[in-house]
Structures are given as C-alpha cells and as structure tokens.
C-alpha cells in the first residue's frame, strides 16, 4: 500500500518493536533518517533500534550511539529508510527482505519491495519527508534535529546540488531553530578533508578521462588508487560530486573497484542527461541528476558499458 505522510505517522503509533535498516555503503541521508526516526519512535514511547551496518564509516557511526540493536532482538516491525531497491540491503539484513512492513523513500526508482511504502520522489532527501513525518508524532528535537541535518545537507551537497528546493531549506531553517549546532556539522562535513583525500583527488584528477570536449568525465578508482592514497571508505564520502566541480563538465562517472569483484559506477550530470536512465541500462537507479549501478568486469570493461548507455540515452534510444 503506498502510504501518505499522515497514514505514516498512524502506522507508526498503531505499532512497535521497531528495527530500522540502512543501505549498503550508508551515507548520511540512510543514517540521519534512521537515527532521528528511531529517536523520535522512542519518545513515543516505543521500542526501537537501529541494525547495526557494519559499513558505516566513523564519519557517521556517532549519530547512531546508543541506538545499535542487540544481537538477540527480535523486531516486531521492520522499516527501512532511503532504500530504493532490494540489492541495497546489507548481508546482515537479507533475513529481513521479505519482511519490510514499511519503506520510506525518495527515490523515483523505488521497487517497492515493503508491504506499505512512503514514497516522495520530489523531496531532495529522504531526511525531508521523514522530517515531515516525524511531526505527525510529536515535536522535532534538536536530538532528532542534528541527524535530521545531516541527512538533508549530505544529500545535497550542503544545499548545492540541483536537487536542493525551496521546502529543502525551510526543512533545514526549521531544524537549526531547535538550537542544534549547525556549524560544526558543516565543518565536520563539508569543509574538512583528510590528506588521503587530498591525494585521491590529485590521483583522480591526473588519471580521469575526458569526453565530448570535456563535458563527460570519468575516473576510475582502482584498489591501487586507494592504496597509493593510503585512503579509506571514510575518506571516499561523495567522491561522485567531485568531477562535477570541473568546468564545464555536465555528465561526471565514478567507477570504484569492488575487492569482492565488479565496479560500482556513480552517475552525476546537470547538463540535461538523466542520469536513472542511463543507470538503469546497467540495473541500476537512483535520481534524474543523480544515480548509481554495479556491474561485472573491470575498469575498462565498466568505463565502456557506462559511456555506451550514455551515448544511447542521449540519442533517445
């Protein structure tokens, strides 16, 4: 059943023993969503946990203190936040997968794999329309507020991105309202950098290709890269934005290599292209200006099938 903000919030009192997933490689909008609502779902009253990822970086693991469920915990209803698509689920949640009682999302390509989904593809982050629903519960605190932040400000590139609206920035003007310390999120997030990430993007930079004079680039990252950075997955956070920083480009790929094998690819374009289209060639999705895929092969084999299924989308194809 799709779900309004409203039937949401009386779904979310009506029940209990709550477990909140994340997805794979959680970013800040999975984690903020699932800290603020498991916060919120606990002034209720409720019980209710976080399963714990174990790929969460320590750049956000500290807004899920104290929220991680125990290894003997048996939910009674599972919610997953900012999950688009039944491979986004981490190993440790594949138990759940067939038992999603609600989705809450923002992705158009939603697959809607939960037996009730709260889907709002025009918010910029699924931080938003949880933001809404937890007004249905009760007041914002500024506890629920700060992951709240972090969850709207990282998917939009600290309010940046093409995505970002009007309603995007009186979500945050609300938040910083409840007296959060809104400043030192933005330094922590967004204007610090660690000199591994220094180095990768100086790698990047050297190695990337470019295309279409200039107006696709794309950088493949290869586990040697990382290791010559001396880079971890905390130092790789939005990597995807940073081509898109180069003038003139309008189509920027990423292409991690995976140590389990296969290349992930994350699309970002503001010239026009849509970039779920083009991700979804290769069984992937995500946003117009904004998406993702995984495939097999390497590098190279990665670089070609993504210029290919650009090419094809720009032609209409």
Same mark, same amino acid.
């Given at each position: 059943?799709?779900?309004?903000?409203?039937?949401?919030?009386?779904?979310?009192?009506?029940?209990?023993?709550?477990?909140?997933?994340?997805?794979?490689?959680?970013?800040?909008?999975?984690?903020?969503?699932?800290?603020?609502?498991?916060?919120?779902?606990?002034?209720?009253?409720?019980?209710?946990?976080?399963?714990?990822?174990?790929?969460?970086?320590?750049?956000?693991?500290?807004?899920?203190?104290?929220?991680?469920?125990?290894?003997?915990?048996?939910?009674?209803?599972?919610?997953?936040?900012?999950?688009?698509?039944?491979?986004?689920?981490?190993?440790?949640?594949?138990?759940?997968?067939?038992?999603?009682?609600?989705?809450?999302?923002?992705?158009?390509?939603?697959?809607?794999?939960?037996?009730?989904?709260?889907?709002?593809?025009? $918010?910029?982050?699924?931080?938003?329309?949880?933001?809404? &629903?937890?007004?249905?519960?009760?007041?914002?605190?500024?506890?629920?507020?700060?992951?709240?932040?972090?969850?709207?400000?990282?998917?939009?590139?600290?309010?940046?991105?093409?995505?970002?609206?009007?309603?995007?920035?009186?979500?945050?003007?609300?938040?910083?309202?409840?007296?959060?310390?809104?400043?030192?999120?933005?330094? $922590?997030?967004?204007?610090?950098?660690?000199?591994?990430?220094?180095?990768?993007?100086?790698?990047?930079?050297?190695?990337?290709?470019?295309?279409?004079?200039?107006?696709?680039?794309?950088?493949?990252?290869?586990?040697?890269?990382?290791?010559?950075?001396?880079?971890?997955?905390?130092?790789?956070?939005? &990597?995807?934005?940073?081509?898109?920083?180069?003038?003139?480009?309008?189509?920027?790929?990423? &292409? $991690?290599?995976?140590?389990?094998?296969?290349?992930?690819?994350?699309?970002?374009?503001?010239?026009?292209?849509?970039?779920?289209?083009?991700?979804?060639?290769?069984?992937?999705?995500?946003?117009?200006?904004?998406?993702?895929?995984?495939?097999?092969?390497?590098?190279?084999?990665?670089?070609?099938?993504?210029?290919?299924? &650009?090419?094809?989308?720009?032609?209409?194809?």
């Amino acid at each position: 059943m799709n779900f309004t903000v409203e039937q949401t919030g009386e779904f979310l009192k009506d029940h209990d023993g709550y477990l909140i997933l994340t997805h794979v490689r959680p970013d800040g909008d999975t984690v903020g969503c699932a800290a603020a609502l498991c916060r919120g779902l606990r002034d209720l009253g409720k019980t209710a946990h976080v399963l714990p990822n174990p790929e969460t970086t320590s750049l956000f693991s500290p807004y899920l203190e104290g929220l991680l469920a125990p290894e003997d915990f048996r939910p009674e209803t599972v919610v997953s936040v900012d999950m688009a698509a039944r491979g986004l689920f981490p190993d440790n949640a594949q138990q759940y997968l067939e038992r999603v009682d609600l989705a809450i999302d923002h992705h158009p390509s939603q697959e809607f794999f939960a037996q009730n989904t709260c889907l709002d593809a025009g $918010r910029a982050a699924c931080g938003e329309l949880i933001y809404d &629903i937890l007004r249905e519960l009760g007041p914002i605190t500024p506890a629920m507020a700060v992951p709240l932040y972090v969850a709207v400000s990282t998917d939009t590139g600290c309010f940046q991105y093409s995505n970002t609206t009007a309603d995007t920035h009186r979500v945050a003007a609300a938040l910083m309202e409840t007296g959060m310390d809104v400043f030192s999120l933005n330094k $922590r997030h967004f204007r610090t950098k660690s000199w591994a990430r220094l180095q990768v993007e100086r790698l990047l930079t050297e190695r990337m290709h470019r295309y279409e004079d200039g107006k696709i680039a794309v950088a493949p990252v290869s586990l040697s890269l990382m290791d010559e950075a001396g880079a971890t997955e905390e130092d790789m956070e939005d &990597i995807a934005a940073f081509l898109g920083q180069i003038e003139g480009v309008e189509t920027s790929v990423t &292409i $991690r290599e995976l140590a389990e094998g296969g290349c992930k690819l994350s699309v970002r374009t503001s010239g026009g292209l849509n970039a779920t289209k083009v991700c979804a060639r290769l069984g992937g999705g995500g946003h117009a200006a904004a998406a993702g895929c995984t495939v097999s092969g390497t590098l190279a084999e990665a670089e070609a099938a993504i210029l290919d299924a &650009i090419r094809q989308v720009e032609a209409g194809a």
